[in-house]
């Protein structure tokens, strides 16, 4: 056997007609993370205040990954943090993309997260940060790859487990911000396609006020079951709240006593810190060595979006983004993404397939899709729009 | 040092002997949430005695003398000793945090283990029990091989996704292969001249050559009714002559048999349910499989290529090993 030969990374060289070119070419790929800086309202619980670092650590942790394999094939990887306020992020990514950097990982609104794409056109855009479907079902972005479940995708994910649970008539309670409208109507669609019953439906105005005060509970236990009385025979309560209004003051308060899921109870979740299926603890060790915390959801979509950046390097031999989009477009690129079933993406709308965690507080409680739901191409494909739903037919 | 019977054993023997059959052997299933080792007795196919054992128990082997087996106690961040035939615990080894796969030196020592936490792989001299090497490989080590010649040892990282050559005299990496996503296990064949990586999530077996580290080729599996996702390469064996590779597939329930000479797929077998590892018997008459879900192993005939029986054991199945003797 010889010795100490990088071999992988010679191979690479000569497959590239640099055979006899000493290992000076190196590919580097730089990925810009994105945070663009919404004005957040306070969560309900001081548990869940994001941490200063919330994403960057994750993308930290997925650079080190990716580094660990480019230092065995001569590839170098480097991360720039931007945390932008709405007005500067189109400027800012299109500075990073001048200086060079191929691939942004984004945590942006809908509107502004095409707006990015469209100005850096030559680089992929990883979405870490919108849900919308809409992103998914019309005027997809050649270069804008999805790597954040789509609101369709997660109420199909509850939808079948409820059903599998046989829990299927529901009373679906929803906010009053667009983002739990359009949740509400992912619901309506999950309850038809998998058999389920919404029963009735109520909507929860927020009217502001404090997020948080020192004797709040005392309200708060006569105001919901009040709220939920008189509803129509439920198996289940399903709340639509992802700006955190009321959902998570429903369990143990609702009038009639049914559990509740959605964003409160078992909750549809991109990550949980308790996930050790697939060999996840170690991934959730790793996080944990490096921030000193748990890894939050955004931490995990921020690490999943710079080892798919990281995957396609390895396997392309290639830091150049269009070579990587159609890699990552290509039946041969699948990533484990501690969630089961190998992760790829959806070629016609950029969309990751994946498996989605349903959570009570401290334990994953089942990950869907359920095996009872059959597809004819994969099963992953029974979360979300499937591709005759869809006007996006992108191609390379 | 000649170890005393037990009268078990003995009798077992002296049956199999008057009936013109195999040796019986002891088959050691290590159990990952019973926290316990089931001993099955080869040729009855019946549990003789099931063993409480440090937390989280996966990786299992044994010493080429079948006087000690090595157990990894992952969330005890230890490696057990056990006297197989007593399974008496002796003592413990160091092993760095988390230890889930080793694999030993064909002539007993040391010990090369894969610690998934820290991107290392530890040697530890099983006879003075300290630690000779932490070498640092790919991210989330897992899969440990050995040349039969001693010379390697091939560690498969499951995140960089290659397998390394580790020269066992420099503890240099010499050689990197990348191989397809999460490569799980590496086997060698008893002649050296092939490795099989197995790639849970790439759903592929890679044939690499040793002596260049090139793939030569990839098998891989198709199963009519299964969804490719649930094909899941994972524990690999290979029979002395080269001739049969056996690898479990994860949750399809399956175990591939492939052909050594040609490593095309000849048959798939039904065991049970998120199907692990395997272990020959030393005879190579049956190959065992450990089925996690259903909390059983399957015996397969190895020339028959059939399951013969299915034994319950302890929760969660995750490795096996016989005895040598």
Same mark, same amino acid.
């Given at each position: 056997?010889?010795?100490?030969?990088?071999?992988?990374?010679?191979?690479?060289?000569?497959?590239?007609?640099?055979?006899?070119?000493?290992?000076?070419?190196?590919?580097?790929?730089?990925?810009?993370?994105?945070?663009?800086?919404?004005?957040?309202?306070?969560?309900?619980?001081?548990?869940?205040?994001?941490?200063?670092?919330?994403?960057?650590?994750?993308?930290?942790?997925?650079?080190?990954?990716?580094?660990?394999?480019?230092?065995?094939?001569?590839?170098?990887?480097?991360?720039?943090?931007?945390?932008?306020?709405?007005?500067?992020?189109?400027?800012?990514?299109?500075?990073?993309?001048?200086?060079?950097?191929?691939?942004?990982?984004?945590?942006?609104?809908?509107?502004?997260?095409?707006?990015?794409?469209?100005?850096?056109?030559?680089?992929?855009?990883?979405?870490?940060?919108?849900?919308?479907?809409?992103?998914?079902?019309?005027?997809?972005?050649?270069?804008?790859?999805?790597?954040?479940?789509?609101?369709?995708?997660?109420?199909?994910?509850?939808?079948?487990?409820?059903?599998?649970?046989?829990?299927?008539?529901?009373?679906?309670?929803?906010?009053?911000?667009?983002?739990?409208?359009?949740?509400?109507?992912?619901?309506?669609?999950?309850?038809?396609?998998?058999?389920?019953?919404?029963?009735?439906?109520?909507?929860?105005?927020?009217?502001?006020?404090?997020?948080?005060?020192?004797?709040?509970?005392?309200?708060?236990?006569?105001?919901?079951?009040?709220?939920?009385?008189?509803?129509?025979?439920?198996?289940?309560?399903?709340?639509?709240?992802?700006?955190?209004?009321?959902?998570?003051?429903?369990?143990?308060?609702?009038?009639?006593?049914?559990?509740?899921?959605?964003?409160?109870?078992?909750?549809?979740?991109?990550?949980?810190?308790?996930?050790?299926?697939?060999?996840?603890?170690?991934?959730?060790?790793?996080?944990?060595?490096?921030?000193?915390?748990?890894?939050?959801?955004?931490?995990?979509?921020?690490?999943?979006?710079?080892?798919?950046?990281?995957?396609?390097?390895?396997?392309?031999?290639?830091?150049?983004?269009?070579?990587?989009?159609?890699?990552?477009?290509?039946?041969?690129?699948?990533?484990?993404?501690?969630?089961?079933?190998?992760?790829?993406?959806?070629?016609?709308?950029?969309?990751?397939?994946?498996?989605?965690?349903?959570?009570?507080?401290?334990?994953?409680?089942?990950?869907?899709?359920?095996?009872?739901?059959?597809?004819?191409?994969?099963?992953?494909?029974?979360?979300?729009?499937?591709?005759?739903?869809?006007?996006?037919?992108?191609?390379? | 040092?000649?170890?005393?019977?037990?009268?078990?054993?003995?009798?077992?023997?002296?049956?199999?002997?008057?009936?013109?059959?195999?040796?019986?052997?002891?088959?050691?299933?290590?159990?990952?949430?019973?926290?316990?080792?089931?001993?099955?007795?080869?040729?009855?196919?019946?549990?003789?005695?099931?063993?409480?054992?440090?937390?989280?128990?996966?990786?299992?082997?044994?010493? &080429? /003398? *079948?006087?000690? #087996?090595?157990?990894?106690?992952? !969330? +005890?961040?230890? %490696?057990? @000793?056990? =006297?197989?035939? $007593?399974?008496?615990?002796?003592?413990?080894?160091?092993?760095?945090?988390?230890?889930?796969?080793?694999?030993?030196? &064909? /002539? *007993?020592?040391? #010990?090369?283990?894969?610690?998934? !936490? +820290?991107?290392? %792989?530890? @040697?530890? =001299?099983?006879? $003075?029990?300290?630690?000779?090497?932490?070498?640092?490989?790919?991210?989330?080590?897992?899969?440990?091989?050995?040349? &039969?010649? *001693?010379?390697?040892?091939?560690?498969?990282?499951?995140?960089?996704?290659?397998?390394?050559?580790?020269?066992?005299? $420099?503890?240099?990496?010499?050689?990197?292969?990348?191989?397809?996503?999460?490569?799980?296990?590496?086997?060698?064949?008893?002649? *050296?001249?092939?490795?099989?990586?197995?790639?849970?999530?790439?759903?592929?077996?890679?044939?690499?050559?040793?002596? $260049?580290?090139?793939?030569?080729?990839?098998?891989?599996?198709?199963?009519?009714?299964?969804?490719?996702?649930?094909?899941?390469?994972?524990?690999?064996?290979?029979?002395?002559?080269?001739?049969?590779?056996?690898?479990?597939?994860?949750?399809?329930?399956?175990?591939?048999?492939?052909?050594?000479?040609?490593?095309?797929?000849?048959?798939?077998?039904?065991?049970?349910?998120?199907?692990?590892?395997?272990?020959?018997?030393?005879?190579?008459?049956?190959?065992?499989?450990?089925?996690?879900?259903?909390?059983?192993?399957?015996?397969?005939?190895?020339?028959?290529?059939?399951?013969?029986?299915?034994?319950?054991?302890?929760?969660?199945?995750?490795?096996?090993?016989?005895?040598?003797?």
């Amino acid at each position: 056997m010889r010795n100490t030969i990088v071999r992988a990374a010679c191979v690479a060289l000569a497959g590239l007609g640099w055979a006899g070119v000493a290992l000076a070419e190196v590919v580097e790929a730089r990925v810009g993370l994105v945070l663009v800086q919404d004005a957040a309202p306070l969560p309900l619980t001081r548990l869940e205040e994001p941490a200063e670092n919330d994403g960057i650590a994750g993308a930290e942790v997925g650079l080190a990954d990716n580094a660990t394999t480019g230092r065995f094939l001569g590839h170098t990887y480097a991360l720039e943090v931007l945390t932008p306020t709405p007005e500067e992020a189109v400027a800012a990514v299109e500075a990073a993309r001048a200086g060079g950097v191929g691939f942004f990982a984004i945590d942006a609104k809908a509107a502004l997260l095409e707006e990015i794409a469209a100005a850096v056109p030559e680089a992929l855009v990883l979405n870490i940060g919108a849900e919308d479907d809409a992103l998914r079902l019309s005027g997809c972005e050649a270069n804008l790859f999805h790597v954040i479940p789509s609101r369709a995708m997660k109420a199909d994910a509850l939808a079948q487990y409820l059903v599998w649970k046989k829990w299927d008539r529901w009373l679906l309670i929803h906010g009053s911000h667009p983002e739990d409208i359009a949740m509400a109507e992912a619901y309506r669609r999950a309850a038809g396609r998998f058999g389920a019953d919404i029963v009735e439906e109520r909507v929860y105005e927020d009217t502001g006020g404090a997020r948080r005060s020192d004797s709040g509970h005392v309200l708060v236990q006569r105001q919901m079951p009040v709220f939920t009385q008189n509803a129509r025979r439920h198996d289940v309560v399903i709340a639509a709240d992802e700006n955190e209004v009321f959902g998570l003051y429903l369990p143990y308060r609702t009038w009639d006593p049914r559990p509740v899921a959605g964003d409160a109870g078992l909750r549809v979740r991109d990550w949980h810190p308790g996930s050790e299926g697939w060999g996840g603890t170690q991934l959730q060790t790793r996080f944990e060595k490096h921030a000193n915390r748990y890894m939050s959801g955004r931490d995990y979509l921020a690490w999943l979006a710079v080892r798919i950046v990281g995957e396609g390097v390895t396997r392309t031999e290639s830091a150049d983004p269009q070579t990587i989009r159609a890699y990552l477009r290509s039946d041969e690129f699948e990533i484990p993404g501690f969630k089961g079933l190998p992760l790829s993406f959806r070629p016609w709308n950029q969309q990751l397939r994946q498996g989605i965690l349903l959570a009570d507080g401290p334990l994953v409680v089942s990950v869907s899709p359920q095996e009872e739901f059959l597809h004819q191409t994969s099963q992953l494909d029974t979360l979300g729009y499937d591709e005759p739903e869809t006007e996006c037919s992108l191609d390379d | 040092m000649i170890k005393p019977m037990t009268k078990f054993l003995a009798a077992t023997a002296t049956a199999a002997l008057l009936a013109g059959q195999a040796m019986a052997y002891t088959a050691y299933v290590s159990n990952e949430k019973g926290n316990s080792v089931t001993l099955i007795d080869t040729e009855t196919m019946e549990v003789i005695r099931t063993v409480e054992t440090g937390q989280r128990p996966r990786g299992i082997t044994i010493s &080429p /003398s *079948g006087h000690e #087996l090595y157990l990894c106690a992952s !969330d +005890d961040d230890t %490696v057990e @000793v056990y =006297d197989p035939t $007593t399974m008496e615990l002796l003592h413990t080894l160091p092993s760095g945090p988390d230890p889930e796969l080793f694999v030993l030196h &064909p /002539s *007993g020592n040391p #010990l090369y283990i894969a610690n998934e !936490d +820290d991107n290392i %792989v530890t @040697v530890v =001299d099983v006879e $003075t029990r300290r630690v000779l090497a932490e070498i640092p490989v790919g991210v989330e080590p897992e899969g440990m091989g050995v040349s &039969p010649d *001693g010379k390697y040892v091939v560690n498969t990282s499951e995140t960089t996704n290659m397998a390394h050559f580790i020269n066992t005299e $420099t503890y240099e990496l010499d050689i990197n292969t990348l191989v397809d996503s999460r490569p799980r296990f590496a086997q060698f064949t008893e002649d *050296g001249s092939k490795l099989y990586v197995s790639a849970e999530i790439g759903g592929t077996v890679s044939v690499i050559d040793p002596a $260049t580290g090139d793939i030569m080729k990839k098998i891989t599996f198709e199963v009519p009714g299964i969804v490719p996702e649930a094909l899941q390469p994972v524990g690999v064996r290979v029979t002395r002559d080269g001739k049969t590779v056996f690898v479990a597939l994860g949750p399809s329930n399956r175990v591939a048999v492939i052909d050594g000479e040609t490593d095309e797929v000849v048959d798939y077998l039904l065991v049970g349910q998120r199907v692990w590892q395997l272990g020959f018997t030393p005879d190579e008459k049956y190959i065992i499989s450990t089925n996690g879900n259903s909390n059983d192993v399957s015996f397969i005939d190895v020339e028959a290529r059939k399951v013969v029986k299915s034994v319950q054991v302890g929760e969660l199945p995750w490795g096996v090993v016989v005895s040598p003797n």
